[in-house]
């Protein structure tokens, strides 16, 4: 699979730490583990030219609690009836998370001492003529004694793809890799709490990160 790898600084319990991210494009789908996620009747091919990610969190302390963290993804799906439309067919806003786990009530796509996360993306047309997707990636507290089981954003960043046909031919095309301020993280907060309200989240009075 084609790559390149971004390291994002973020500060944990007041020590500094890295997270490192590999992002590119699926050439090769048979690798990337679909027959795990999905079921049986999953078309793995659906996944070729398009993004995977997967994030890695360093810290100085190798065996510690201190490591705990977790990751938050969402989406924003952007459906376009034919491909030169500047209209919005259908606008999706999602906590991405497999439905079992939605069904849990749990948000977390990953968490761990420290957390990593892997994610791939496949086509999702759904019937229209194109689709934009961007993913935003946060790495979160976990809820635990010592942060009163809050959860506030370490690091984000953001990722994904935009996908269509045109003359009967599917065309993929990756967004860039963006560090993120704070503010998208305060603006996923009201979905958070709309489809995951059990949990504590908390918002950045401002924002101490800068898009790049």
Same mark, same amino acid.
């Given at each position: 699979?084609?790559?390149?790898?971004?390291?994002?600084?973020?500060?944990?319990?007041?020590? *500094?730490?890295?997270?490192?991210?590999?992002?590119?494009?699926?050439?090769?789908? =048979?690798?990337?583990?679909? =027959?795990?996620?999905?079921? !049986?009747?999953?078309?793995? *091919?659906?996944?070729?030219?398009? %993004?995977?990610?997967? !994030?890695?969190?360093?810290? %100085?302390?190798?065996?510690?609690?201190?490591?705990?963290? !977790?990751?938050?993804?969402?989406?924003?799906?952007?459906?376009?009836?034919?491909?030169?439309?500047?209209?919005? !067919?259908?606008?999706?806003?999602?906590?991405?998370?497999?439905?079992?786990?939605?069904?849990?009530?749990?948000?977390?796509? @990953?968490?761990?001492?420290?957390a990593e996360l892997f994610s791939a993306r496949f086509s999702d047309l759904r019937g229209y003529a194109k689709?934009?997707?961007?993913?935003?990636?946060?790495?979160?507290?976990? %809820?635990? %004694?010592?942060?009163?089981?809050?959860?506030?954003?370490?690091?984000?960043?953001?990722?994904?793809?935009?996908?269509?046909?045109?003359?009967?031919?599917?065309?993929?095309?990756?967004?860039?890799?963006?560090?993120?301020?704070? =503010?998208?993280?305060?603006?996923?907060?009201?979905?958070?709490?709309? *489809?995951?309200?059990?949990?504590?989240?908390?918002?950045?009075?401002? @924002?101490?990160?800068?898009?790049?």
């Amino acid at each position: 699979m084609e790559k390149g790898r971004i390291s994002v600084p973020f500060s944990l319990l007041e020590e *500094d730490c890295l997270l490192n991210v590999d992002y590119g494009e699926i050439t090769s789908p =048979e690798k990337v583990g679909f =027959e795990v996620a999905k079921s !049986a009747l999953f078309d793995i *091919d659906s996944g070729l030219g398009f %993004p995977f990610m997967h !994030a890695r969190v360093e810290t %100085p302390l190798k065996h510690s609690y201190r490591n705990l963290v !977790a990751f938050i993804q969402t989406t924003t799906s952007k459906y376009f009836s034919q491909v030169d439309d500047m209209v919005v !067919a259908m606008n999706e806003k999602s906590v991405d998370v497999p439905a079992f786990l939605r069904e849990k009530s749990f948000p977390f796509s @990953a968490f761990g001492h420290p957390a990593e996360l892997f994610s791939a993306r496949f086509s999702d047309l759904r019937g229209y003529a194109k689709l934009s997707r961007e993913i935003h990636t946060f790495l979160v507290s976990f %809820p635990n %004694p010592s942060n009163e089981d809050s959860i506030e954003c370490l690091a984000a960043f953001s990722w994904g793809f935009v996908e269509w046909i045109e003359r009967n031919r599917h065309q993929v095309r990756l967004l860039p890799f963006k560090i993120l301020d704070f =503010e998208y993280w305060n603006y996923s907060v009201e979905t958070l709490e709309r *489809d995951f309200g059990a949990f504590r989240y908390v918002r950045k009075a401002r @924002a101490t990160q800068s898009p790049r």
